[in-house]
């Protein structure tokens, strides 16, 4: 069974930066697209960042295009989200979110896209 596993979240000053990331366990992760969705008080889910299986197409939402990055290292199974710049708005649970489409160069920016997912990492910026 896929496990995704998020790390790396936590309270940080506006303008400051901060790395999240999903470990995945019980299949290879380059079976897998992957999204970062994040899930604020009284918002729908946003997927703020996605990667290709492939990891050869990203996409990224306009609210946080030019400030994050999306990367994967599919050696180490993982998928990393560098944010910087942060935001007040910024402030949310990020999940990993993960779709099997194996060796793709398809993007999924669509939450119900996703068949698995983490439970969360929390992401604080206090305005």
């Known amino acids: 069974q896929l496990r995704l596993v998020e790390s790396g979240g936590g309270l940080v000053q506006p303008g400051g930066r901060l790395r999240v990331s999903c470990e995945v366990s019980?299949?290879?992760?380059?079976?897998?697209?992957i999204g970062w969705v994040r899930q604020a008080p009284g918002k729908e889910r946003e997927v703020v960042s996605c990667?290709?299986?492939?990891?050869?197409?990203?996409h990224y939402a306009d609210s946080v295009k030019g400030r994050f990055t999306i990367s994967r290292d599919n050696t180490k199974n993982t998928v990393y989200l560098q944010m910087d710049s942060l935001k007040p708005e910024d402030t949310a649970v990020y999940l990993c979110?993960?779709?099997?489409?194996?060796?793709?160069?398809?993007?999924?920016?669509?939450?119900?896209?996703?068949?698995?997912w983490g439970r969360g990492t929390q992401v604080s910026v206090p305005s």
């Open positions: 979110a993960a779709r099997e489409d194996y060796r793709s160069d398809y993007v999924f920016p669509d939450p119900n896209d996703y068949s698995f």
């Open positions: 019980g299949r290879s992760s380059d079976h897998y697209a």
């Open positions: 990667s290709s299986s492939n990891g050869h197409s990203t």
